[in-house]
């Protein structure tokens, strides 16, 4: 199921399922470990002697934020029981201190015995051997823990803090599925302590006058040992959770809104959506400078492995983003982080866990026998090319000197080594992470980088160095044109294979990834060759059915949904398939009236969010269901690059100034 609300503060991230289930738990590091392993933890209600979960038939369900903030605001009514609650939950923007406010009010005019009964099941650090839950008799809470991971579980109402009543116990072991059972009679064990594999559950009582509200606030506190959870709870004590509530509300909505971005020439949705964006990749950020591509542990049951890992690319392009956005500190930390991660000679591996070590992969090492480097030759050039990007708008020279050779000169100069007698790259795996060969989308990116380090080497002085990195990406745009390139079927290939006795095989299939020609400034997006590339991408894999969109590449068996229709459904429509198009569009527009022409891709993008603002990877081409993994990093950032950009080129067009930087 999608993660339709992630909230958090860079160090503890809380999702939930479309059913409003808290379905996700990380700490200390956005995307390692999830400390539920993906089990529900359970919310309930027992109202005068009927009890229902949140999941539910009977519920209707609203799932969204609060305007602008990293705040939930989710209604839930059910009728049989005559209780409506309203909710809103948040990771406090300085404390691993997740809340959760619930109003709980009476729709049958009476007054009402009701309580409320949270399920906690826990698996610390991914494994729920050896974990233990006990009550706490000094907070009036529940405490998991193992080893140096403790989570303290607390609440509190109207008139007191701590949990009203408790149990622990084991689950998943022979005939025992959890304490939620024990809830559904609206009695709890008090049972106060269990070892292995636990979980646990608390609950409140409130007793609510005829058509009247009260309000319940549960917590929990995340720390190393039991002394620091125990200061957490002080602290929401002293502070109150309405407070720290409000604080993190007003913080989150300074942050997202401090540019002052006017948005005037586009509709509201797109402007809502923007904000809401910037703020789900802030949630997918790791406080050490880690850009997780995606924190949806349903993907396990898919791939049998996630998405929570740094893969440089998705980095690279959201660091972009956010330098359009104004973030500078949050690009900074992923420059940082990727100058500890890149490799001595000059490279990237594939993917890495949020702590900077290397992640699993399955590229090999060898191929037929012979040595080769794993990796995708894009990850490494669009690191190089973003920080270009990010200096040519906040000019941090200081910043940049340290960087200088990590992560300019010594991959700059890898990439002049590992070219082949053309001068083309030597093959690697593509951004898909399916074939291995020379990739028209990973050429681009290089030529991209090559460029940027030249630039970076002028403004330093180093006059040879500038000189040897302007002459390789000429002397690969021109191995681009005259391999790559077909006059007869006037477009690109997507990918060239070498073969032995010279010469490449070509691969003409369509792929959206040629964006990269114009994005990364390999090629001139009025050039006559883009844009009959281009407007054949558009021919080839729009998807012509109500939900529209643009696949990925023709025949894309990634989540396949049924067999191909020949013109009809090349594959599933994906965000940022369509959003490379829109900026096409965008980039070379030269009237409001071209211009125009990308906002109805926006607004396509908008109509694919789920109500809480959350896009997913794909989507169903006939019932627009999310699918893959939700959100993802990537679609949230192409879409804020791809509104940053139309406002750009629409200051450029009318002279108005809509406040983003012309520099990136």
């Not at 080893?147 to 008139?159: E, K």
């Not at 480097?373 to 340290?402: G, K, M, N, S, Y």
């Amino acid at each position: 199921m999608p993660r339709n609300l992630p909230v958090g503060n860079g160090e503890m991230l809380v999702a939930f399922d479309d059913l409003y289930r808290v379905r996700d738990l990380y700490w200390p590091h956005v995307g390692m470990p999830n400390h539920t392993c993906g089990h529900l933890q359970r919310f309930g209600v027992w109202a005068d002697g009927q009890f229902a979960w949140i999941e539910a038939p009977s519920w209707t369900r609203t799932l969204n934020y609060v305007q602008d903030s990293l705040v939930t605001e989710v209604r839930l009514r059910n009728e049989r029981l005559g209780i409506e609650l309203v909710c809103r939950d948040a990771v406090d923007y300085w404390s691993p201190v997740y809340f959760r406010s619930v109003i709980v009010t009476d729709l049958q005019d009476r007054p009402r015995d009701v309580r409320l009964f949270f399920h906690q099941d826990l698996s610390i650090g991914e494994s729920a051997i050896g974990d233990t839950v006990n009550y706490d008799p000094q907070t009036g809470g529940l405490v998991h823990y193992k080893d140096d991971t403790y989570f303290l579980f607390n609440g509190c109402g109207a008139r007191s803090y701590g949990v009203d009543t408790w149990s622990t116990g084991q689950k998943r072991i022979r005939d025992a599925e959890g304490t939620w059972r024990d809830a559904e009679d609206g009695l709890l064990s008090r049972n106060t302590i269990a070892q292995g594999s636990v979980d646990s559950t608390v609950g409140f009582s409130l007793m609510l006058h005829p058509g009247g509200s009260s309000t319940v606030t549960y917590w929990i506190c995340a720390g190393k040992d039991y002394e620091e959870v125990k200061a957490l709870d002080d602290k929401v004590r002293t502070k109150t959770p309405q407070r720290m509530m409000l604080r993190t509300e007003a913080y989150w909505r300074l942050w997202a809104t401090k540019e002052g971005f006017d948005f005037s020439p586009l509709s509201k949705s797109v402007r809502d959506l923007f904000i809401r964006s910037e703020l789900i990749v802030r949630t997918q950020i790791d406080h050490d400078g880690a850009i997780i591509a995606a924190n949806d542990y349903d993907i396990t049951r898919f791939a049998g492995d996630t998405y929570s890992y740094m893969w440089p690319r998705d980095g690279a392009l959201v660091s972009y983003a956010l330098v359009l956005a104004g973030q500078s500190e949050l690009s900074q930390e992923f420059f940082r982080f990727a100058q500890r991660v890149i490799e001595k000679s000059g490279y990237f591996l594939h993917k890495y866990n949020p702590t900077g070590t290397l992640a699993s992969s399955w590229h090999p090492w060898t191929l037929d026998g012979k040595r080769i480097l794993p990796i995708q030759q894009d990850e490494t050039a669009l690191v190089v090319w973003a920080l270009r990007r990010h200096f040519c708008t906040f000019r941090d020279v200081e910043f940049i000197r340290d960087l200088y050779n990590p992560l300019i000169v010594d991959p700059a100069s890898w990439m002049l080594r590992y070219r082949d007698q053309n001068g083309l790259p030597i093959p690697s795996w593509d951004l898909w992470e399916e074939r291995r060969g020379i990739h028209l989308f990973t050429v681009a990116a290089t030529i991209g980088a090559l460029k940027a380090a030249a630039a970076f080497a002028h403004e330093v002085g180093a006059v040879d160095r500038a000189t040897e990195f302007e002459q390789g990406a000429e002397r690969m745009k021109v191995a681009m044109l005259r391999h790559m390139w077909s006059p007869e079927r006037n477009m690109f290939a997507r990918m060239a294979t070498p073969l032995a006795e010279g010469g490449y095989e070509l691969d003409f299939t369509a792929d959206a990834s040629a964006c990269g020609l114009f994005a990364f400034d390999a090629m001139d997006a009025n050039d006559s060759r883009v844009v009959a590339h281009m407007q054949m991408l558009r021919e080839r894999l729009w998807v012509h059915t109500d939900i529209g969109g643009m696949a990925r590449y023709e025949r894309d068996p990634y989540h396949q949904v049924e067999r191909f229709e020949t013109g009809r459904v090349p594959g599933n429509p994906w965000i940022i398939s369509t959003l490379w198009y829109a900026q096409w569009l965008i980039e070379r527009a030269h009237t409001e009236e071209e211009l125009a022409e990308a906002q109805h891709l926006l607004q396509w993008t908008c109509d694919r969010a789920a109500l809480s603002g959350v896009l997913a990877e794909q989507f169903d081409p006939y019932s627009g269901t999310h699918l893959s993994v939700s959100p993802l990093t990537w679609s949230h950032a192409a879409f804020m690059t791809t509104v940053l950009k139309y406002l750009q080129r629409h200051t450029q067009l009318t002279g108005i100034d809509h406040g983003v930087s012309a520099r990136a």
